[in-house]
């Protein structure tokens, strides 16, 4: 074994002398190729060699361990010294900043290839290039062809590739280059809400009794119809009022076409909580984005009613992230990327004062999502983390996995699908509930375990506990090394919604991210008050002290994949993870932390 080591190490010196020193562009290596193309997309032509768009370059962090040493410090409740102490967009910054060897090789490239350093727009630290390119320019740097795929489903046609190459040397430069290989625009993000025609929605004389009650018993009605008076009574907020509204804000990340309304906002208050009518969100154009008020969205509806029925007067910001309009066939100058987190998120990340809550409801397969892509954009949200916020995703509204389940690698073979950014360790993800008395988990509610992120040390102990009593079922359906999911849960059926001017009923595990969020809000408002810092990244604490704080959810399953799936049990579990949150006994638990 020791001799082809010896014999490589004698042999790579003479073979980059006796290369002339461009040569070194032309040593490409494969960063990323689909074995199988994400189902759902075909071939449709090869794009046009003129098509200009924005290409994104992302170089490695220099000092990205370090970040995470920060981030798990300030967010360790035990961590006597530092919980809390939040770091500064320019602390982030400077740990983030590639190496100037980095910047150096990665510019002598463009350079090479005739890509004017003055052209290259860079993020404050410079871990991100931006730089518009022609199809042919992108096909050169990335030794590759792009082509026009179309999806018959969404109608959607997108200019990828199925795979691309950078120079031997610039491996350990570059982290990922987009859009390359991610298909999943805008429209490919499962939404997930969904109506839910079938419950009626609720009579707005019992709303408003509702509404005015004294919320200290969960009214009956809450079993299959959810009003913020369920919510309040549930989870144990209506007698805490908030107190740090100058300070404290909610964010409510809303991508392409996903427009809350305020007309119905003042119609969801003078219906659902009377108390807020009048109260406002503000909206932040993102990308291009709109805010037409001719379109209301349920998702956005959905969320902004929710977050501010539960956190009002807690400030609340929809953030309407645009992105190039999707690639028309016949259209000659087309821009598209539509790499939506990616826009929110360096957004985001470039403002120097950020919302100490997020939620976002948007999601895709994790197998669809190219694992150096979803690499990267994780450790987006944990430097939001680093920063101070707690960033909430849903889990899903598929449980186990929607429709086959065959894995894309090539062999076709039945496995569980986790959901990405659910499966980012640095995100709180949140799962489904229904009924109350007692509260049980939704059958569709998403939950698994990551292929791409191994599971970190805060849920160790909890998932080891779920795994030994699940014994050998399933077996080689989940990865069980995975990082697993959701976090905690929330109720996730039977919303009522106002959307146009109508109350509809509407389910999804992005019903129960936005409660759980405003459920957050309220605790991050309770810290400030006390001049506390807020919360953060929520993980650490939720897996240790703030145990006491969740409602255990002990029945229910997900099936997915044809199976039964996951069962809600004691302790945490892939349905549900620790449960639901009793406002009163977190802000008990977190009052106690320095
Ligand atoms: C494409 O979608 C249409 C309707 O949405 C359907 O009728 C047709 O069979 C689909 N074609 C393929 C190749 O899947
Ligand atoms: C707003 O939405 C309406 C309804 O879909 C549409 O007719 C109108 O053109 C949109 N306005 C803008 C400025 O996009
Ligand atoms: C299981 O998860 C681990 C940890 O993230 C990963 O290294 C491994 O590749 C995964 N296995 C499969 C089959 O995806
Ligand atoms: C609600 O919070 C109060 C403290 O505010 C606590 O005493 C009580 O146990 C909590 N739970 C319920 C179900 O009332």
């Known amino acids: 074994m020791r001799f082809p080591s010896l014999l490589v190490a004698f042999l790579a010196p003479l073979t980059v002398i006796s290369k002339p020193l461009f040569k070194r562009w032309d040593d490409l290596e494969v960063k990323h190729a689909w074995v199988e193309r994400p189902r759902g997309w075909t071939l449709h032509s090869a794009a046009p060699a003129n098509h200009k768009f924005n290409l994104r370059i992302a170089l490695k962090q220099d000092k990205f361990d370090d970040l995470l040493t920060h981030l798990y410090e300030v967010s360790d409740p035990l961590h006597e010294r530092r919980y809390g102490a939040h770091l500064s967009k320019e602390e982030v910054d400077a740990l983030v900043r590639p190496h100037p060897s980095s910047v150096e090789t990665v510019d002598d490239w463009l350079k090479y290839h005739g890509i004017e350093t003055a052209s290259i727009q860079r993020s404050d630290a410079g871990d991100w290039l931006t730089l518009p390119v022609t199809v042919e320019q992108a096909e050169r740097l990335l030794g590759t062809t792009y082509n026009v795929y179309h999806n018959n489903a969404t109608s959607e046609y997108v200019v990828r590739t199925d795979g691309y190459s950078l120079p031997r040397v610039l491996h350990p430069h570059i982290s990922v280059v987009t859009p390359t290989t991610y298909f999943g625009g805008l429209r490919r993000m499962k939404s997930m809400s969904f109506l839910q025609p079938q419950i009626e929605p609720i009579e707005n004389s019992v709303a408003q009794n509702q509404a005015k009650g004294s919320l200290a018993t969960v009214p009956a009605s809450c079993s299959s119809k959810i009003t913020p008076a369920c919510l309040r009574a549930l989870y144990n907020t209506s007698g805490y009022t908030p107190q740090a509204a100058d300070t404290n804000k909610l964010g409510v990340a809303g991508y392409l076409g996903e427009f809350a ?334």
Do not use: M
């Open 261 to 594: 309304n305020r007309a119905d906002l003042q119609t969801f208050f003078s219906t659902f909580r009377t108390d807020a009518v009048g109260g406002a969100y503000t909206t932040v154009l993102v990308n291009g984005g709109q805010d037409n008020q001719t379109k209301p969205g349920v998702e956005a509806n959905l969320d902004i009613q929710y977050t501010e029925g539960i956190s009002f007067p807690t400030p609340n910001i929809y953030y309407s992230t645009g992105g190039s309009p999707p690639f028309l066939t016949d259209s000659n100058t087309p821009t598209n990327t539509n790499e939506p987190y990616l826009d929110w998120l360096n957004f985001v990340l470039s403002q120097s004062t950020i919302p100490q809550t997020f939620t976002t409801s948007y999601g895709d397969d994790e197998q669809t999502v190219p694992f150096d892509y979803a690499i990267t954009v994780c450790n987006l949200f944990a430097q939001v983390g680093a920063r101070g916020s707690s960033i909430l995703f849903a889990s899903g509204d598929d449980g186990v996995g929607g429709g086959n389940c065959l894995t894309n690698d090539g062999k076709n073979t039945k496995h569980f699908q986790p959901n990405f950014p659910a499966s980012c360790p640095f995100v709180t993800t949140v799962g489904g509930t229904t009924k109350v008395n007692p509260e049980v988990a939704v059958s569709f509610s998403g939950g698994g375990f990551s292929n791409y992120f191994a599971r970190p040390g805060y849920q160790s102990g909890a998932v080891q506990a779920f795994l030994k009593t699940l014994g050998s079922t399933f077996a080689g359906q989940f990865n069980t090394s995975g990082r697993a999911y959701p976090d905690v849960a929330a109720q996730g059926s039977g919303f009522q919604v106002v959307v146009g001017g109508r109350t509809t009923s509407v389910g999804g595990t992005s019903a129960s991210t936005p409660t759980f969020a405003g459920v957050v809000a309220l605790l991050n408002d309770f810290r400030i008050s006390s001049g506390k810092a807020p919360l953060g990244f929520l993980n650490p604490l939720l897996y240790s002290s703030a145990i006491a704080g969740l409602n255990d959810i002990t029945s229910g399953s997900n099936p997915g994949c044809g199976t039964v799936g996951f069962t809600a049990g004691v302790g945490w579990d892939p349905v549900t993870g620790l449960g639901t949150p009793d406002f009163g006994k977190l802000q008990a638990i977190v009052k106690t932390i320095s």
